[in-house]
């Protein structure tokens, strides 16, 4: 995955929380009511309790706007995961089949220069060794990567789950915050209900702002999932290494020859 696509990624987990916090800034909250006066609760009230209902549509508008946006921006990153991986796969493809028509060319020349029957035998047992070396090198790098691939669009998905989970969850306390004061301008409290409004509504974006701080993370589980892959890619490199080196070996003593074939 690239250092940009990972970019991307944070950005729009970060952009939701961020926008959250827009959603419900004092200013908004506070601006469900007028500056607080000399003026009695009661009369403070009635402005409050006249603009509440205004104020809860344009909230839960806002919010459930901001979750089909976040939905859709997920979809579009797991899209551009996968063309580009796509991508990826027909360069490897490429490169294989290009590797495979070179390898297949030495082994032509090998076996034109085999002369005796022990030669011939060996170049026999050589080429095959090669051949299974190469395909499970090519097994190991398959694995590998597909591998990395589900880890990553699985952190994506938990992340996503997780993320529209705790705004439903925030949605419900805002929700019931509204409810709450709805009832209260209904009874005609006589208690200062702006006052008392903003210090929940701050409350509750507090607590979400306070969850959303992993939003971060799913880019550092994606760095530990390259790492576990390129491991991976390293282990099957080495492993490969050593069984060409003493295939060569065998096949030059076969030769009977100190030079490299």
Request: hydrophobic share 35%.
């Amino acid at each position: 995955m690239s250092r940009v696509y990972k970019k991307q990624l944070n950005r729009s987990l970060i952009g939701l929380s961020g926008a959250l916090m827009i959603i419900l800034s004092p200013a908004l909250v506070l601006a469900i009511s007028p500056a607080r006066t000399t003026k009695a609760n009661t009369s403070q009230n009635t402005n409050f309790c006249n603009n509440l209902s205004t104020s809860t549509s344009k909230i839960s508008s806002n919010l459930t706007n901001l979750t089909t946006k976040a939905s859709a921006a997920w979809t579009k990153q797991t899209s551009n995961a996968t063309t580009n991986w796509q991508q990826v796969d027909q360069k490897v493809a490429s490169y294989r089949a290009t590797a495979d028509q070179t390898r297949q060319t030495n082994f032509t020349k090998l076996e034109n220069t085999a002369k005796t029957t022990s030669e011939k035998s060996a170049v026999s047992t050589y080429e095959s060794t090669i051949s299974t070396a190469v395909n499970t090198l090519r097994s190991a790098f398959d694995n590998a990567r597909t591998a990395y691939r589900t880890s990553v669009l699985g952190a994506i998905s938990n992340r996503q789950s997780t993320v529209l989970g705790q705004v439903s969850a925030f949605q419900s306390t805002v929700n019931g915050i509204f409810s709450t004061y709805q009832t209260d301008c209904q009874t005609g409290s006589t208690t200062n209900l702006h006052t008392s409004f903003v210090d929940a509504m701050k409350t509750a974006r507090t607590t979400f702002m306070n969850e959303r701080s992993s939003d971060t993370t799913i880019g550092s589980q994606i760095q530990q999932f390259i790492v576990t892959r390129d491991n991976s890619f390293s282990a099957a490199q080495q492993a490969f290494k050593t069984t060409a080196t003493n295939a060569a070996q065998v096949l030059q003593k076969a030769f009977n020859n100190n030079s490299s074939i």
